[in-house]
């Protein structure tokens, strides 16, 4: 993926597909490896947009098209873009595999034929053989020289950075703070403005006249040296940074500036990635700063040694189907039974115990949750049928979850697979409402409920609540965020308030659950707020079902 990646801040995509799902599902993906991605919905509107950027000399560098497209089929299509252009990179989607439709595609030249659903492999080998192309033709060749600065670009940078043979480079990775927000609000021509006149600056800073300028993005510069330059380069950075605070142009009326964030690093392997992680570190960017990497091994940084020993953990356990789900009851205030259990994702590793206070934060940040969800689904609907048929089976599912676009389908198979029916299973959405940011995962939580699934809201009552969204969603239970049940085990007064957000939970059409019910006192304020179903250790621990050999 680093491969592809390389030059994509030069690179343009039309995609047209009916399929809207699919089409938002590829965008996603293509933006790692494009700087701008387009979507047509069918064949009328995909040839207008390339027939746009086709006579404004600025195409496409790929087409991705399906066959079946309403208004202008994408073989039609196909032929319309040939007669304009020979050379065009295009790649065929289709659930179709017939021999008539690719020997047509054949005789149209097109660079690849990709079948539904779509493999990231295949994806992946397609685009490396049109980025490939793309290199060896003037039409696609990535510029070698910005044409606003002057400066080299990132593919410079990288060939430079691999072909030195000296054994230690300094490095500064300039980030100007705000460029992006200056194109949104006043146009790519007036950010423009400031980063022409801005190099002019930081190229006169530069006195002694050493090391080579390269423009990596839109808003990331670099100024590379040969050998140990640190002393050189911090002093340079504190200049730079302190002149761009007060920098400015007027273009045509409108003042503009910025800050600059930089990153200083000095070794050779690796450099440039340890320079944009340290950028990363420099949170004010209202004032812009320096932050300093030196090369050294990293396990010499506990962060990083703990991270990769917790990633060897999920990896191991992906491995071994050692996620284990423990199941906590969930008991009904008015009946006494249990009517949700919920299912806890622990990692058993060498006879311990692990819970996702140790693996979580790292799995969702690495985008390791979407395995550790599937694994814990079908393990957890295998065990549920040892627990009491009359409950609900409750799994979490976090931000990451909502956007994975076989999640529905993978939870199809696993109930088929199991026999148990969409009735018994509820799905619970971790962090309430923050996590549902997207479309897409909103479309997940109804598409879910309109299956038969029973949904959890969680945290409910503090942070991120959004009543109309969660009234949208009519989920059938929701959960008082815990921070309210510690307030009221320090202040039975508190109870007045619980008792108000349980009327509005009972308004929405769902029930309340009060968790973390730790102690006999919490067990009886909990009967005073009038909860539908209390969790917690004073109500059951969770448990392990242990099957007999």
């Known amino acids: 993926m680093q491969k592809l990646q390389h030059g994509s801040e030069f690179r343009s995509v039309l995609i047209i597909d009916d399929d809207l799902m699919l089409s938002e599902s590829l965008n996603r993906i293509l933006r790692i490896f494009f700087k701008e991605c387009v979507v047509a919905a069918d064949g009328e509107e995909g040839y ?82 049109v980025f490939s192309l793309m290199n060896v033709s003037n039409s696609f060749k990535i510029p070698i020289t910005d044409s606003l600065t002057g400066w080299k670009t990132l593919p410079m940078l990288e060939q430079t950075l691999h072909g030195l043979d000296s054994h230690s480079f300094t490095m500064m990775y300039i980030r100007i703070n705000y460029f992006t927000n200056i194109c949104n609000l006043v146009g790519e021509e007036y950010a423009n403005e400031y980063l022409f006149e801005l190099s002019l600056a930081l190229t006169g800073l530069n006195s002694d006249n050493e090391g080579t300028f390269y423009r990596c993005s839109e808003d990331e510069l670099c100024l590379l040296f040969e050998g140990d330059k640190l002393s050189y380069a911090a002093a340079l950075g504190d200049d730079m940074v302190s002149m761009a605070r007060y920098f400015n142009i007027s273009g045509r009326g409108i003042i503009l500036n910025s800050t600059l964030s930089i990153a200083i690093a000095t070794g050779k392997e690796n450099i440039l990635n340890h320079s944009k992680r340290v950028l990363e570190t420099l949170s004010d960017i209202s004032a812009g700063g320096i932050a300093f990497y030196k090369e050294e ?41 249990i009517e949700i259990y919920e299912s806890l994702m622990r990692i058993r590793s060498e006879d311990k115990l692990y819970g996702p206070d140790t693996f979580l934060n790292i799995a969702v940040d690495t985008h390791q949750m979407t395995m550790l969800t599937r694994a814990i689904i079908r393990n957890t609907l295998d065990y549920s049928r040892d627990l009491d048929p009359d409950s609900l089976i409750s799994i979490n599912l976090s931000g990451n979850d909502l956007n994975d676009e076989g999640l529905i389908p993978y939870i199809t198979f696993c109930l088929e697979k199991y026999t148990i029916k969409a009735e018994r299973i509820a799905f619970e959405i971790m962090g309430g409402m ?55 085990e320090v202040d039975s007064s508190f109870i007045g308030i619980i008792q108000k957000l349980i009327e509005v939970i009972h308004l929405i059409g769902s029930k309340a659950i009060l968790k973390h019910i730790s102690n006999s006192h919490l067990l009886q304020m909990s009967a005073l707020s009038k909860v539908d179903c209390v969790q917690g250790y004073a109500v059951g621990l969770p448990f392990e079902v242990i099957r007999e050999l």
């Open 48 to 129: 207008t947009l390339f027939l746009e950027r086709f006579e404004s000399s600025h195409p496409f560098s790929l087409v991705i098209t399906d066959l079946e497209l309403p208004k202008k089929g994408g073989l039609g299509l196909i032929k319309d873009i040939r007669v304009l252009s020979k050379t065009q990179p295009i790649l065929i989607l289709s659930a179709h595999d017939e021999s008539e439709f690719m020997a047509e595609a054949i005789n149209l030249d097109v660079q690849g034929y990709l079948l539904k659903p779509l493999a990231m492999p295949k994806l992946f080998d397609s685009l490396e053989k």
């Open 297 to 337: 091994s990293d396990e010499n940084y506990p962060v990083i040694a703990y991270g990769q020993k917790i990633l060897k953990l999920i990896f191991n356990a992906l491995e071994n189907e050692s996620i284990i789900p423990f199941f906590q009851p969930i008991v009904n205030t008015n009946t006494q039974k």
């Open 434 to 488: 923050k996590f549902i940011t997207s479309d897409h995962a909103l479309l997940t939580v109804k598409a879910l409920k309109a299956q038969g699934y029973k949904i959890i809201v969680n945290d409910f009552g503090l942070g991120m609540c959004d009543l109309l969204k969660v009234s949208s969603i009519a989920p059938d239970f929701i959960k008082l965020h815990s921070d309210l049940t510690l307030k009221l």
